[in-house]
Every structure is written in C-alpha cells, then in structure tokens.
C-alpha cells in the first residue's frame, strides 16, 4: 500500500513566522500535490510537482512556496503565516504511469493553527 | 474547464437504510470520475472510480456508484448503510487529455443514525 506521512497532525504557529510543512511518499510516485481543506470550501490546490524541482501553482498558491529536491518529498512553505492560513493541509501522490486512471493518495493531514 | 457539483451539504440516512450521495460533473469528452472518503482527523481514502465500461461500479466497504451519461451524474450509492459510514464524501472528476490534476466537489457529510 502506498504511505504518504505528513510530519505533524498539528502544528500552532504565530503570525509572521516561517512555517514548514513536511510530506514523503514511499512509492516512487512523481505526482505529488498540496491541497488546503475548508469547510464549505472543499479541497483547494496550493501547489502540484511532476517530477523533482518541477513545480505548478494551484488555485490559491499566494502566501506559499514548495520545494521538491528530491523525489520522495515535498514541501509546503509559508514564508511568513498569518491567521488566514490556519486550516487543515492534506499531501498527495499519484502516478503517472496508469494515465489519469490512477488515484491521489492522500496523507492524514496537518492541522495549522496561526495565531 | 472541468467542474464537479455535490448538490447536498449533508445527507441524514437511518442505519439499514440504502443511502444516496449525489454527484454531478461538467466535462468536455468523456469524464474520469472519482469518489473519495473521509473519515474525522484523516486524510481522503479512494473509493472507486470509473473510466470506460460499465455503468455501475463497485468500490471499497461495499459502495457503489451509478455512471449516468446523459444526466452527466456519478451518484454514490450503498445498499444498506451502517452508522461506521458517517464520513464526509468527495466526488472528482479528471478530463481525459487534460492534466493529472483532479477537479473535487466540495464534499458532502454522511450522517447515518443508529
């Protein structure tokens, strides 16, 4: 089965702090993708990569970064948190390989708190 | 562009009941569909998809979903629901050509009474 493990369940941050929000995959896949989830408001793509150091801006990148230095991992910035930003942040994979048949597999999430 | 409606914020079904959660999609040429599940504190979990093939497709915890190309709708359904099902539902759709990134519904909670 495939793992997806974001580093914290829970994180509380004060405003204007650099925040990092870590996510590894275990099964090679390329695809990987940052949503932030709101009530009413669904799942919202921050960020996706395709393969290491290739990046694409979602739907609501402002106020965020990514890194993607290696396959495996990829990684949420927030270069200086605000209160907006507090939400749940759920990680991504999928593989190319299968086409667009293939599902996301999702990490169990991270919940930021900005205070 | 590629869009999916989930029409009901939440869906209240008794235990042993069959239970319906509505998905409708908006997609040039034939869709990728999609239905994830979320249970509290947790990350989505696959359900079941369709592609090409048959209409009813059958998933995981004994879910189902009906394809339904002329009303262009992708219903979830369970025969008989139990109170372990209350979650919160995700319908995605991806358009065939288009990129590896899903379009997802706004989510839909399932709450089953004992």
């Known amino acids: 089965d495939v793992k997806v493990t974001q580093s914290s369940r829970y994180l509380v941050k004060r405003t204007g702090e650099k925040v990092f929000l870590e996510c590894v995959q275990d099964?090679?896949?390329?695809?990987m993708f940052w949503y932030r989830q709101d009530p009413g408001l669904g799942l919202r793509l921050i960020y996706f990569?395709?393969?290491?150091?290739?990046?694409e801006k979602g739907d609501i990148p402002e106020g965020y970064s990514v890194s993607r230095e290696k396959k495996e991992r990829f990684s949420l910035i927030l270069e200086s948190a605000s209160t907006n930003q507090t939400s749940m942040y759920l990680c991504?994979?999928?593989?190319?390989?299968?086409?667009?048949?293939?599902?996301?597999?999702f990490g169990n999430g991270t919940r930021l708190t900005v205070t | 562009a590629q869009s999916v409606a989930q029409p009901e914020d939440q869906v209240n079904v008794a235990e042993g009941n069959p239970l319906t959660v509505k998905c409708t999609y908006s997609v040039s040429g034939n869709p990728y569909l999609f239905w994830y599940v979320q249970y509290p504190n947790r990350g989505l979990q696959f359900l079941l998809k369709?592609?090409?093939?048959?209409?009813l497709v059958k998933g995981s915890y004994g879910f189902e979903a009906e394809f339904n190309k002329s009303q262009t709708s992708f219903h979830l359904k369970k025969p008989s629901a139990l109170v372990s099902d209350s979650a919160l539902y995700f319908c995605?759709?991806?358009?065939?050509?288009?990129?590896?990134?899903?379009?997802f519904g706004r989510g839909t909670s399932l709450i089953v009474h004992p």
């Open positions: 995605a759709v991806r358009r065939p050509g288009g990129s590896y990134i899903p379009t």
């Open positions: 990569s395709y393969d290491v150091k290739m990046k």
């Open positions: 369709y592609i090409t093939g048959d209409n």
């Open positions: 099964m090679d896949h390329e695809n």
């Open positions: 991504a994979s999928s593989s190319p390989d299968r086409g667009l048949n293939s599902p996301l597999h």
